[in-house]
């Protein structure tokens, strides 16, 4: 039976959406499905929209710069209502105006006129937002008065906040429906891992306008707590700018972790059952990624040992042997950025190789060697792409030859033949521990019933005086089939883009550690 995929993977920021990641996806991998992910971000609407049948409502407001803009606003079949700030407050408004001159004053537009349309709770993903006014300019919106020294400030702003002694909001808009808030953000209001300091700089604050934000926050939180009592539990308070704050305090909103929520409606722990591997992931993968995001909610429904993750830049120092990673195949960041249905195929592909084809394979690359090759390196098995041209380390992805290339400070031909006189030179054979196996794609970890190759005829025939073995697998097997062989051997990471625990400097160092620390091979380098 052919195993089915699940494909949830959040939006690669700046780059592709997550809806247009899980329709590329299941376009390469056979039996999958795909939703659009969110956190409550940024594409929280399009979640909604294929979770959901819905109406559309557009709702005229304005921006976090006081320009006209329109919402959408979307409302199910059982009258819940769904909206995402960053429509009306996004990134995109972020250059308008400085920090403390943007205003939350459009999401409370929104909320006044959706009063007329009788719902009966409303969920808003609250993420992705250019503003940090702490909703100030929301509560202005529903009616709040703000005072200093007894005169009222109309349309405040966050510049304002430093010098207001009052606050009233006795006077704030009924609504007549429960509010719902969406989001990853757990951070607190104020202090070094509040609103201000962890995400203003983005924002486009400067370390001056950051101190002054913090100050804003803190005179705002001392009024506030003059009329509302129940404020301890801060989860949550510092997200979209601080407006996780006042809806959770003032318009008495429950705070939901965007991923959680998510998942809960696609009515994942039913739904698991019909598949046999998830596919997630983000753009940016790091430490965070594992708490309260995409990839941490997936990972607390899913077994690892079936959960795939796809990224375009792996930060994480996590172990990556409890799932299967699948980085782009590249260390530059802005090519990942900006081409990333490229890679995306690359690892689609790889996917599809990985899991759903199983064939037995013969080795069909001769040893590359010759009678005065001195350092013998060794592979697993040749990859797809080696067999295909018909020479070792050919994938585009794997680091073997840029490596070598720092190594000797030499730029190394693309073409197999500029390759083998570049070898030859540095008196370097290449072959693989495994002649013949069974194995999915190129994936080391699926190969079976592995035979050996024939090492001994490389080593009677030449110089050997040292074997440097590449990756994990090619470790075990070489241990398995040839340990008794009588020749220094060093056993050092692998070169392949998977390997992401490891960079490119760091296995450039390993490498040629390991090369020279015999002088006199070589030629005395």
Do not use: W
């Amino acid at each position: 039976m052919k195993p089915r995929f699940l494909i949830l993977v959040d939006s690669f920021k700046n780059s592709i959406s997550s809806k247009d990641i899980g329709l590329l996806l299941s376009s390469i991998i056979p039996n999958s499905k795909y939703f659009p992910i969110s956190d409550g971000g940024e594409r929280f609407l399009d979640t909604i929209k294929a979770i959901n049948i819905c109406k559309v409502i557009k709702i005229k407001t304005i921006s976090a710069c006081y320009k006209e803009v329109e919402a959408n606003v979307l409302i199910d079949e059982e009258n819940n209502a769904y909206f995402e700030s960053s429509e009306v407050i996004g990134y995109k408004f972020k250059n308008e105006l400085s920090i403390l001159e943007r205003s939350s004053f459009g999401i409370g537009e929104v909320l006044k006129e959706l009063n007329k349309f009788n719902i009966n709770k409303l969920y808003i993903g609250l993420g992705g937002t250019s503003t940090s006014d702490v909703g100030v300019g929301l509560l202005s919106s529903l009616g709040a008065k703000f005072y200093v020294s007894g005169v009222e400030i109309e349309r405040p702003k966050m510049s304002d906040l430093i010098s207001v002694d009052k606050i009233d909001l006795s006077v704030l808009i009924k609504l007549n429906y429960e509010i719902s808030i969406v989001n990853d953000v757990t951070n607190p209001l104020l202090g070094k891992n509040g609103a201000n300091f962890v995400f203003a700089k983005q924002k486009g604050a400067s370390e001056e306008e950051i101190e002054t934000l913090e100050k804003c926050f803190g005179n705002f939180e001392k009024l506030v707590r003059r009329q509302v009592y129940n404020i301890e539990n801060d989860i949550g308070d510092g997200s979209a700018g601080g407006l996780g704050f006042t809806f959770k305090h003032i318009l008495n909103a429950h705070y939901l972790q965007g991923i959680d929520f998510i998942l809960s409606l696609i009515n994942i722990d039913k739904i698991k059952k019909n598949y046999d591997y998830v596919i997630t992931g983000e753009g940016r993968l790091d430490n965070q990624s594992f708490d309260g995001k995409v990839v941490g909610g997936i990972l607390n429904h899913f077994a690892k040992s079936k959960v795939i993750i796809v990224t375009g830049q792996n930060l994480t120092s996590k172990m990556n042997n409890v799932f299967t990673l699948f980085p782009t195949y590249t260390d530059n960041v802005e090519e990942s950025i900006n081409n990333p249905k490229v890679y995306l195929k690359q690892i689609g592909s790889d996917i599809k190789n990985k899991f759903c084809i199983v064939k037995r394979i013969t080795h069909t690359l001769p040893a590359f060697y010759n009678e005065d090759s001195e350092i013998l390196i060794l592979g697993s098995f040749p990859s797809e792409k080696s067999r295909s041209e018909n020479f070792y380390y050919m994938h585009r992805g794997n680091r073997f030859y840029r490596i070598l290339s720092d190594i000797f400070e030499e730029t190394i031909p693309e073409s197999v033949s500029g390759r083998k006189k570049f070898l030859s030179k540095h008196k370097i054979a290449l072959y693989d521990v495994i002649d013949e196996c069974e194995i999915v794609g190129s994936d080391d970890s699926s190969i079976t019933n592995p035979q050996p190759t024939n090492l001994k005829e490389i080593i009677s025939r030449s110089r050997i005086k040292k074997i440097i073995v590449n990756g994990k697998t090619a470790e075990f097997y070489f241990k398995k089939f040839f340990n008794d062989i009588d020749i220094p051997k060093y056993f050092l990471p692998s070169t392949s883009a998977r390997n992401a625990h490891f960079k490119l400097n760091e296995l450039v160092n390993a490498y040629k550690t390991t090369i020279f620390d015999h002088k006199n091979i070589l030629n005395n380098y």
